[in-house]
């Protein structure tokens, strides 16, 4: 591994090959269909949400655009590679950005950011954009025009599209700075976070450091388990939205305290699993019920928005009995647990969200991807009608897409015993109110890890996991999210120091700011005494 500053910034040109001058570069299986490489100056780009949390605001950036798309052999795909190069103050760093949902990158939305702070920084479609005519998140790519599986493209999303990105990236970031990169860095969240993980096993020297926020490890089992919400409410009536906010509150109030302090987050994984909340304890109270509407937003597609109907209403045992459902996870009619549920403290607006129309009938709003993995990827079926699912249709689909896509995308593919000889490092950390992802299969698995490498005090040295009370999906929730986990990881990476806690902050509605020091796994956050916001009134044991 270089340790050397990889190229002195002459004035604001580099020793290498100028921007308009880059050549294909060379990609073993695979045909470089074309390369385009333009310098763009005083580039500028609004904050906007999008699925794994806000893509920042960047001004008056100066770099060189490369795009390059390939072909791989035997195939018939078009891939895309972006890749951005600063003009001036490169840190000497590379960074490859991953995707979210059914999309392997989201291109100039995230890699601005980067750039901004000095990375070369890339982003790949996978093929998976069809040649720029569809969104990814429609799932449409998973089928061919007659309706079988595109193997093709289900691979470059499993895992090949991170090594021709890297491939790719570092090759043109030799040419056009005069050397390589002295650290490559993995940074992704939820699809991309499981990436990160992939990349870790399949390609172990691709990346000194990897940062997979909230993996969607055990894709083929949570995704399944994200549409069990829809079909209990399709099948049992759907409430008013009202219901959901009402017990989340509850659930939290309950679960709080089984950490050893009330402060509004349930903070230890162990509170997590012990908290058993009984939704027949709400049964006849009466709440005060605002409807949630739909409208369009020009930037992220339809969102919920308040509706001017507000009402009193009393919950009732069938309310109760939607909850324990949702809360329990998808089952078979006997009673085989088939995944987790909803982890305790977790929004149920995701993947319960339900809105009023314009005819003031309720409807279920489907988490998009969930719907879209099972008709295209599981089901393999685009004429299928997702509203009329039955439980027994629901358990189907939920085996098919264990038996139909495990071989490629289960855990079994995620052996990292050539990332921890390769002396990579890997860091995650996880919203324990992960309202996509539950954050219990993430547990399972890294104790799987714990178990075949020797315990948790050696497999910390090369692999790091942090769980974040009352922390949301990606980022946001009502507990603090970490402030600089990439920052971490380049210390950890470049300097030798592991990080024993990762920093975490929020300001709420109210101004008040919570901080908090999160714990390495298995270790977990115990009160000491002092103000219940503060980082320093908690430690680690």
């Known amino acids: 591994m270089n340790m050397e500053p990889a190229q002195v910034n002459f004035g604001q040109q580099y020793m290498g090959t100028p921007c308009a001058q880059l050549v294909a570069p060379v990609l073993p299986e695979a045909e470089i269909l074309k390369i385009e490489a333009a310098e763009v100056h005083n580039y500028s780009f609004p ?27 035997g195939a018939d795909d078009t891939v895309y590679v ?21 999309a392997a990158g989201f291109g100039d939305l995230l890699l601005g950011g980067q750039v901004a702070h000095g990375y070369a920084a890339s982003s790949t479609d996978g093929g998976l954009t069809l040649d720029n005519t569809i969104d990814p ?26 090594h021709d990105m890297a491939v790719v990236s570092k090759d043109v970031i030799k040419q056009f700075y005069g050397s390589d990169p002295s650290y490559s860095y993995w940074q992704g969240c939820s699809q991309g976070g499981r990436q990160g993980y992939a990349a870790a096993a399949k390609y172990p020297h691709d990346f000194d450091g990897i940062l997979a926020t909230a993996p969607a490890i055990d894709i083929t089992e949570f995704v399944p388990a994200d549409y069990w919400p829809p079909v209990v409410l399709r099948n049992a009536g759907i409430p008013p939205s009202c219901i959901f906010e009402e017990y989340q509150k509850s659930i939290i109030a309950e679960c709080d305290p089984l950490d050893g302090v009330t402060d509004g987050l349930i903070s230890t994984h162990e509170s997590l699993e012990s908290c058993k909340f009984d939704p027949d304890t709400l049964v006849g109270k009466t709440i005060s019920c605002g409807e949630g509407c739909q409208e369009l937003d020009p930037v992220i597609g339809w969102k919920k928005v308040p509706c001017k109907k507000t009402s009193d209403l009393t919950l009732t045992s069938a309310h109760a ?35 009023l129309t314009e005819n003031d009938t309720r409807e279920v709003v489907p988490f998009m991807v969930a719907e879209n993995f099972l008709k295209y990827l599981a089901l393999q079926d685009p004429e299928y009608d997702m ?11 939920h085996e098919l897409s264990i038996t139909r896509l495990g071989p490629l995308w289960g855990n079994q593919e995620l052996d990292l015993t050539g990332f921890k000889q390769s002396g990579g490092k890997l860091l995650t950390w996880f919203g324990l109110a992960d309202q996509y992802i539950t954050p219990f299969g993430m547990m399972r698995y890294r104790e799987g890890i714990q178990t075949k490498f020797g315990g ?6 090369w692999y790091r996991l942090f769980f974040a009370p009352g922390a949301g999906h990606c980022f946001g929730g009502h507990g603090p999210n ?16 592991a990080p024993d806690v990762l920093p975490a902050a929020r300001t709420t509605e109210a101004g008040v700011e919570i901080t908090r ?20 009134s908690f430690t680690c044991q």
């Open 137 to 162: 998140m429609s799932g449409l790519w998973a089928l061919k025009e007659d309706g079988t599986p595109n193997d093709v493209l289900h691979l470059n999303l499993a895992w090949r599209s991170i």
């Open 47 to 73: 904050t906007i949400p999008i699925f794994q949390g806000p893509a920042p605001a960047v001004s008056a950036l100066d770099f060189c655009n490369v795009t390059v798309s390939l072909r791989h052999s």
């Open 387 to 397: 509203t009329k699912m039955t439980h027994e249709d629901y358990v189907k689909a």
């Open 482 to 497: 970490p402030v600089d986990p990439l920052g971490a990881l380049v210390s950890w990476v470049e300097e030798g120091k």
């Open 82 to 102: 972006n890749v951005w190069l600063p003009l001036r103050d490169w840190n000497g760093r590379y960074q490859a950005i991953g995707g979210g949902g059914l």
């Open 456 to 461: 948790a005090d050696a497999v910390d040295e």
């Open 321 to 355: 009995d939607i909850i324990r459902e949702i809360l329990r996870g998808p089952h078979t009619a006997d009673g085989k647990q088939l995944w987790y549920g909803l982890a305790p403290g977790a929004d149920f607006d995701v993947t319960a969200s339900v809105i």
């Open 517 to 536: 020091d999160l714990c390495r796994f298995p270790k977990k956050l115990t009160y000491t005494n002092g103000d219940v916001n503060e980082a320093a």
